[in-house]
């Protein structure tokens, strides 16, 4: 017998050499009880012919490999050949092989007609060669890895078809369900795991992606009316691991692989069940939106610490937070760790990702996460992070939303008290730290040290009536933080100093120097550290800059501890003062605002000399920023974020914004200003050219009114896409009376170099009426597509000339009355316009 098997297998496999279909099933028909004999044998030869080597060279034998293949699982006892099926897959040599015999496993599996047992056992083969696929980036070929991939999960998949037909059958005749179709479900949630969560980041067509696990998603919701059954797995998992372990225990060896699919399997099977609206329709609503949060969360900490799942894990945490109503989450959620823990995984994505937009999103996303919080569980979060996070900018930003909790408690009504009193001066004793004292790095701690004395500075200046027990605090906030922080940034300018001198002395001995290897050695010579580590080799030019940038931030430090100094020197004056002292101090203050020098002197002879040097410095740093700013708002407007990138191209930290507290506002009125006094240059040199040259021709004043317009009008185009929103922010309530005196400096000059030197009612009409063609002009030139503005500049002319009418309308009036009544009607009509361009109307 052993014989005639062994001269069997041989002719077998001489027949699939000469790709002799016909003759290699004639010889497994002859004796169909040898061939049940030696059926494993059998079967390893034909197996060994389905390999991508041999359909590449020999497709005939590959093909005649299939087919006889095929007979036997159509013909053969089909448990006993499955059985055989079995003891190969975990062997494939590569994903043709796999293919191949599932392709023919599929005929064999379905003659049985009780499969339960023998598909438990598939699934779990299935399962060992899955997880054993290689990554692409574990490769030397990615793109054959990932191609293996997704033709693995195609033939699985399709294997699995008729499988789920015959489940959903089962189940509309058994209430209780059928076990095949619980397989299936666990198979297909297992199939969204490694290695197929992990890789769309290496197929470079995303739709086979998407295809693919739309595939499965289908399938896994026809098996089940309730798809959100098993979205307490992972939770239970994490909250009582030994009844998991005891649950693991209790499951019969071959059915173990149900209980092993990954977490991360879960998370991207949920992700897309819940995200993906056509998939969303299917779940039963009934389920809570906290309770989904809850499970969730579990999902985000997975997928957010995954480099492969980070992009997924933020679309499904927002997507969920955003069911989620605002301040509706109280503390009590917070005794499930999850919660906290969250954070660790979306700050490493803030601080560290590689992808600017996954960083930009994550930080969205932290900020949503903790909107849905009240203030009671908002206040023990941020406590937790500042007790958790060490890098210097998170620390800023979660300041941030501390000082605005602080304004919403302040503006809500009844007055909150989370964020005031001794709850407020247990976190300010976190922000207002300094670990070394006044020997911590300043330069590494600059981003929140900034933050801080910005919202120090807040809190002195918002809160006169010490509502928020910020005057009990002074003290401690002098001791332990602001003297410290003084010297501090003392020693950390003398040090850069240093290291800046000798950068330059460096650079003037190596003027003449011209051995390559001695100007790279030099180059390393002199050091550069912060936060105690040394940073890499870099040229001389650019060591000076990062020093030069260092001492700027150090200055921008100093300026803002200088007023918040101030802040607290003048309570103490306040406390000190008589009532005639308090109306002398209020008088100053509100000088201070105008921006009066003269004013301010004489309210206030005490100053020194040193504080009007830095309110000066102060002055020319925020003008060095606003100018640097404008370059940056045809891209982000007139906003916070464009004043954040010109004070970084200038070498200031991006959170020196603080220094404007009136925001936007502050680089309209900035950019006004600078066009206003541009304009006034340029007439007055016009006007000294006539002067000292009596032969010059000499312009009408209308002609002189429309060029000063034009050209006034000419300084705006250049920002005309975001100029309605300069005028939204300066229609403003508080920004009204600075636009209107803007406005009227500005017809007022044209008016004075246009020869205007009248001093009765003809001043006033003449510069609104002037005022109102300006406005009108500049809204018209806004709608203007015309080349070079031309129908523009012809609208100007023709507001000029209807002025000119008017004015010969009743300059000839025979009747004082009618011309008193129409100079009364001109003049309301332009008060009128003026006020609806304002917005006052």
Same mark, same amino acid.
């Given at each position: 017998?052993?014989?005639?098997?062994?001269?069997?297998?041989?002719?077998?496999?001489?027949?699939?050499?000469?790709?002799?279909?016909?003759?290699?099933?004639?010889?497994?028909?002859?004796?169909?009880?040898?061939?049940?004999?030696?059926?494993?044998?059998?079967?390893?030869?034909?197996?060994?012919?389905?390999?991508?080597?041999?359909?590449?060279?020999?497709?005939?034998?590959?093909?005649?490999?299939?087919?006889?293949?095929?007979?036997?699982?159509?013909?053969?006892?089909?448990?006993?050949?499955?059985?055989?099926?079995?003891?190969?897959?975990?062997?494939?040599?590569?994903?043709?092989?796999?293919?191949?015999?599932?392709?023919?496993?599929?005929?064999?599996?379905?003659?049985?007609?009780?499969?339960?047992?023998?598909?438990?056992?598939?699934?779990?083969?299935?399962?060992?060669?899955?997880?054993?696929?290689?990554?692409?980036?574990?490769?030397?070929?990615?793109?054959?890895?990932?191609?293996?991939?997704?033709?693995?999960?195609?033939?699985?998949?399709?294997?699995?078809?008729?499988?789920?037909?015959?489940?959903?059958?089962?189940?509309?005749?058994?209430?209780?369900?059928?076990?095949?179709?619980?397989?299936?479900?666990?198979?297909?949630?297992?199939?969204?795991?490694?290695?197929?969560?992990?890789?769309?980041?290496?197929?470079?067509?995303?739709?086979?992606?998407?295809?693919?696990?739309?595939?499965?998603?289908?399938?896994?919701?026809?098996?089940?009316?309730?798809?959100?059954?098993?979205?307490?797995?992972?939770?239970?998992?994490?909250?009582?691991?030994?009844?998991?372990?005891?649950?693991?225990?209790?499951?019969?060896?071959?059915?173990?692989?149900?209980?092993?699919?990954?977490?991360?399997?879960?998370?991207?099977?949920?992700?897309?069940?819940?995200?993906?609206?056509?998939?969303?329709?299917?779940?039963?609503?009934?389920?809570?939106?906290?309770?989904?949060?809850?499970?969730?969360?579990?999902?985000?900490?997975?997928?957010?610490?995954?480099?492969?799942?980070?992009?997924?894990?933020?679309?499904?945490?927002?997507?969920?937070?955003?069911?989620?109503?605002?301040?509706?989450?109280?503390?009590?959620?917070?005794?499930?760790?999850?919660?906290?823990?969250?954070?660790?995984?979306?700050?490493?994505?803030?601080?560290?990702?590689?992808?600017?937009?996954?960083?930009?999103?994550?930080?969205?996303?932290?900020?949503?996460?903790?909107?849905?919080?009240?203030?009671?569980?908002?206040?023990?979060?941020?406590?937790?992070?500042?007790?958790?996070?060490?890098?210097?900018?998170?620390?800023?930003?979660?300041?941030?939303?501390?000082?605005?909790?602080?304004?919403?408690?302040?503006?809500?009504?009844?007055?909150?008290?989370?964020?005031?009193?001794?709850?407020?001066?247990?976190?300010?004793?976190?922000?207002?730290?300094?670990?070394?004292?006044?020997?911590?790095?300043?330069?590494?701690?600059?981003?929140?040290?900034?933050?801080?004395?910005?919202?120090?500075?807040?809190?002195?200046?918002?809160?006169?009536?010490?509502?928020?027990?910020?005057?009990?605090?002074?003290?401690?906030?002098?001791?332990?933080?602001?003297?410290?922080?003084?010297?501090?940034?003392?020693?950390?300018?003398?040090?850069?100093?240093?290291?800046?001198?000798?950068?330059?002395?460096?650079?003037?001995?190596?003027?003449?120097?011209?051995?390559?290897?001695?100007?790279?050695?030099?180059?390393?010579?002199?050091?550069?550290?912060?936060?105690?580590?040394?940073?890499?080799?870099?040229?001389?030019?650019?060591?000076?800059?990062?020093?030069?940038?260092?001492?700027?931030?150090?200055?921008?430090?100093?300026?803002?501890?200088?007023?918040?100094?101030?802040?607290?020197?003048?309570?103490?004056?306040?406390?000190?003062?008589?009532?005639?002292?308090?109306?002398?101090?209020?008088?100053?203050?509100?000088?201070?605002?105008?921006?009066?020098?003269?004013?301010?002197?004489?309210?206030?002879?005490?100053?020194?000399?040193?504080?009007?040097?830095?309110?000066?410095?102060?002055?020319?740093?925020?003008?060095?920023?606003?100018?640097?700013?404008?370059?940056?708002?045809?891209?982000?407007?007139?906003?916070?974020?464009?004043?954040?990138?010109?004070?970084? #191209?200038?070498?200031?930290?991006?959170? %020196?914004?603080? @220094?404007? *507290? $009136?925001?936007?506002? =502050? /680089?309209?009125?900035?950019?006004?200003?600078?066009?206003?006094?541009?304009?006034?240059?340029?007439?007055?040199?016009?006007?000294?050219?006539?002067?000292?040259?009596?032969?010059?021709?000499?312009?009408?004043?209308?002609?002189?009114?429309?060029?000063?317009?034009?050209?006034?009008?000419?300084?705006?185009?250049?920002?005309?896409? #975001?100029?309605?929103?300069?005028?939204? %922010?300066?229609? @403003?309530? *508080? $920004?009204?009376?600075? =636009? /209107?005196?803007?406005?009227?400096?500005?017809?007022?000059?044209?008016?004075?170099?246009?020869?205007?030197?009248?001093?009765?009612?003809?001043?006033?009409?003449?510069?609104?009426?002037?005022?109102?063609?300006?406005?009108?002009?500049?809204?018209?030139?806004?709608?203007?597509?015309?080349?070079?503005?031309?129908?523009?500049?012809?609208?100007?002319?023709?507001?000029?000339?209807?002025?000119?009418?008017?004015?010969?309308?009743?300059?000839?009036?025979?009747?004082?009355?009618?011309?008193?009544?129409?100079?009364?009607?001109?003049?309301?009509?332009?008060?009128?316009?003026?006020?609806?361009?304002?917005?006052?109307?």
């Amino acid at each position: 017998m052993a014989n005639m098997m062994t001269h069997v297998v041989n002719q077998i496999t001489n027949f699939l050499d000469e790709c002799n279909t016909e003759k290699a099933i004639e010889l497994l028909k002859a004796d169909s009880s040898v061939t049940e004999e030696g059926l494993g044998r059998i079967m390893s030869v034909v197996v060994l012919n389905l390999t991508s080597s041999v359909l590449q060279h020999k497709k005939a034998a590959f093909e005649c490999s299939s087919n006889v293949l095929m007979f036997i699982a159509e013909n053969c006892d089909p448990k006993i050949t499955i059985l055989e099926f079995l003891k190969h897959v975990p062997h494939t040599s590569d994903h043709v092989n796999f293919c191949a015999i599932l392709n023919t496993m599929r005929s064999c599996i379905m003659r049985i007609e009780n499969k339960g047992k023998v598909i438990d056992w598939c699934l779990e083969r299935f399962q060992m060669y899955i997880l054993n696929l290689s990554l692409p980036d574990k490769v030397d070929d990615p793109e054959a890895a990932s191609d293996g991939i997704i033709h693995t999960y195609k033939a699985v998949i399709v294997f699995l078809e008729p499988l789920v037909e015959e489940a959903i059958d089962i189940n509309s005749k058994q209430e209780e369900g059928s076990v095949l179709g619980d397989y299936l479900l666990s198979f297909f949630i297992f199939l969204c795991g490694k290695p197929f969560c992990c890789l769309n980041k290496y197929i470079g067509e995303e739709p086979v992606y998407e295809e693919l696990m739309d595939n499965i998603v289908t399938q896994a919701l026809r098996l089940t009316g309730d798809i959100l059954y098993s979205l307490d797995t992972v939770s239970q998992r994490k909250r009582r691991p030994t009844y998991f372990k005891a649950q693991c225990r209790a499951v019969p060896h071959d059915q173990i692989w149900t209980l092993n699919i990954s977490n991360m399997a879960y998370a991207n099977f949920y992700f897309y069940v819940i995200t993906k609206e056509n998939y969303w329709v299917n779940v039963p609503q009934v389920y809570n939106s906290y309770y989904i949060l809850e499970m969730c969360a579990y999902f985000f900490e997975k997928l957010l610490s995954k480099d492969c799942s980070i992009s997924n894990g933020l679309i499904f945490m927002e997507h969920v937070i955003k069911r989620i109503s605002p301040h509706s989450v109280d503390s009590k959620v917070l005794e499930l760790d999850i919660y906290t823990e969250l954070f660790q995984p979306i700050t490493k994505v803030m601080i560290y990702s590689n992808n600017d937009e996954q960083r930009k999103k994550a930080v969205r996303v932290f900020q949503e996460y903790i909107e849905i919080f009240n203030m009671e569980a908002r206040y023990t979060i941020i406590f937790h992070l500042y007790e958790i996070v060490e890098h210097s900018g998170l620390l800023s930003f979660i300041t941030g939303i501390f000082k605005s909790s602080i304004i919403q408690c302040l503006d809500s009504t009844p007055r909150n008290p989370q964020f005031l009193g001794r709850n407020m001066e247990l976190l300010l004793k976190k922000v207002c730290n300094l670990p070394h004292g006044s020997s911590s790095d300043m330069v590494e701690m600059s981003d929140e040290i900034i933050t801080a004395l910005n919202l120090l500075r807040f809190l002195f200046i918002r809160d006169k009536n010490n509502e928020t027990g910020i005057w009990n605090m002074v003290d401690m906030l002098k001791n332990d933080y602001l003297n410290p922080l003084r010297k501090g940034i003392d020693l950390c300018k003398a040090h850069w100093r240093v290291k800046t001198k000798d950068l330059e002395q460096q650079k003037k001995d190596l003027v003449k120097e011209e051995d390559y290897s001695k100007l790279m050695k030099a180059n390393m010579e002199v050091t550069l550290t912060v936060g105690s580590e040394q940073l890499p080799a870099m040229p001389l030019s650019q060591k000076t800059c990062i020093c030069y940038q260092v001492l700027n931030g150090l200055d921008v430090m100093e300026s803002i501890l200088i007023r918040v100094n101030e802040c607290i020197n003048m309570n103490e004056k306040f406390t000190q003062k008589s009532d005639e002292c308090f109306r002398c101090l209020w008088t100053s203050r509100a000088l201070l605002v105008d921006q009066s020098e003269n004013d301010n002197r004489n309210a206030e002879p005490q100053q020194s000399g040193h504080e009007e040097n830095d309110e000066e410095y102060e002055k020319n740093i925020k003008t060095k920023i606003l100018s640097a700013s404008l370059k940056f708002v045809p891209d982000m407007g007139w906003s916070k974020q464009a004043i954040s990138a010109g004070a970084e #191209s200038v070498g200031y930290p991006g959170v %020196i914004h603080g @220094l404007f *507290p $009136n925001g936007s506002a =502050a /680089l309209v009125l900035y950019f006004y200003s600078m066009c206003n006094r541009e304009l006034n240059q340029i007439l007055e040199k016009e006007a000294m050219v006539i002067e000292t040259d009596s032969s010059s021709p000499r312009k009408t004043p209308e002609q002189q009114v429309r060029d000063a317009v034009e050209t006034r009008l000419r300084m705006v185009i250049p920002y005309k896409k #975001s100029w309605p929103q300069a005028m939204a %922010i300066m229609t @403003l309530p *508080p $920004n009204v009376p600075t =636009a /209107l005196a803007n406005l009227l400096t500005l017809v007022d000059d044209i008016c004075y170099y246009a020869g205007d030197r009248s001093v009765d009612i003809n001043w006033y009409i003449r510069r609104m009426i002037l005022a109102t063609i300006y406005k009108s002009t500049e809204l018209y030139m806004l709608q203007d597509r015309s080349e070079d503005h031309k129908e523009t500049w012809l609208f100007l002319e023709r507001r000029i000339q209807d002025t000119l009418q008017v004015q010969m309308m009743l300059s000839s009036s025979n009747k004082p009355d009618e011309a008193l009544n129409r100079v009364t009607e001109t003049a309301t009509a332009v008060f009128i316009t003026a006020r609806n361009i304002l917005g006052l109307n």
